[in-house]
């Protein structure tokens, strides 16, 4: 496999043709890729939407276990599950030519205080975990790395069974 | 670097405080500065040691006039930036404990060489 394939589009939360709490591909890059790929009888597009359908699950799951009682201001004491239940539990891949995005986290249509506990306030601190998926580059840089693995073993095993 | 963050923002001579610090009973300050320290990562590396590193802050103001609001943190940008900081929002509306209060901030990186 050429090396330059390898850079790929994915991008996390800190790219900037997505916004925070998104997680985007972008494979105008490989677009020389994608006809071999036809050729194969593999859809490109099909193989980016499963995967990063699968990256909004685990985010999901992570932000889910990070508004655990013991994470929350009082440990959760004063906690009304509403921003529990504001996250998004089942994250739809969207596509705009070569770029794909899906919304992670937070569904922002409904009432939450998700960013509230990303930000925290003068008398609260922010809420570490969330902190870690949607702030720090260490989290999407790791989904970023488990996108590309999850991609060329999916291409290996689709050149591999031609 | 968070002591000069602190110093840099102290010069607006608005109280600057840690996100979170405020006592639960503690009145707000007409006009303030809060910060966090988000991240510390390890940026490039050489002869197995870390040779830059990057420094991620929040920088939020909170203030009973929305104008302050907008003005003083768009003048901390402008100091940061000035002062090395690499910011790339112009700032992102922030909820605040207080109905008397709204607040802004922003995200502000350092990129700091170790040796």
């Known amino acids: ?162 | 670097m968070v002591d000069n963050l602190i110093e840099l923002l102290q010069s607006f001579n608005y109280p600057v405080i840690r996100q979170g610090s405020l006592a639960p009973d503690a009145a707000y300050p007409d006009t303030f500065f809060t910060f966090w320290n988000s991240d510390e990562a390890g940026h490039s590396f050489y002869d197995n040691d870390t040779a830059n590193v990057d420094w991620t802050f929040q920088v939020n103001v909170y203030s009973t006039d929305p104008d302050k609001c907008y003005s003083l943190l768009g003048e901390a940008r402008t100091l940061l930036k000035s002062a090395g900081y690499v910011i790339a929002t112009r700032g992102y509306d922030l909820q605040s404990d207080e109905i008397t209060h709204i607040g802004r901030g922003m995200v502000v990186m350092y990129l700091k060489n170790e040796n």
């Not at chain 1, 997505?18 to 490989?30: L, P, V, Y």
């Not at chain 1, 909004?56 to 009082?74: R, Y």
């Not at chain 1, 809420?127 to 870690?132: A, F, G, H, M, S």
């Open chain 1, 1 to 162: 496999m050429p090396r330059t394939r390898r850079r790929g589009g994915a991008r996390g939360s800190k790219g900037g043709k997505f916004k925070r709490n998104q997680f985007g591909i972008d494979w105008s890059e490989f677009e020389g890729f994608a006809e071999e790929l036809d050729g194969l009888g593999a859809d490109l597009q099909e193989i980016f939407t499963d995967i990063m359908q699968q990256t909004g699950e685990t985010v999901q799951e992570d932000t889910t276990e990070a508004m655990d009682a013991s994470n929350l201001p009082a440990k959760g004491q004063f906690s009304r599950q509403k921003t529990i239940k504001a996250i998004d539990k089942s994250p739809k891949v969207r596509w705009s030519g070569s770029l794909g995005d899906i919304g992670l986290g937070f569904d922002k249509s409904k009432p939450n205080a998700g960013s509230f506990l990303i930000t925290g306030t003068p008398r609260m601190q922010p809420n570490y975990k969330l902190e870690d998926i949607f702030v720090r580059k260490k989290y999407s840089k790791g989904l970023t790395k488990d996108i590309m693995e999850f991609f060329m073993a999916e291409l290996e095993s689709i050149v591999g069974g031609k």
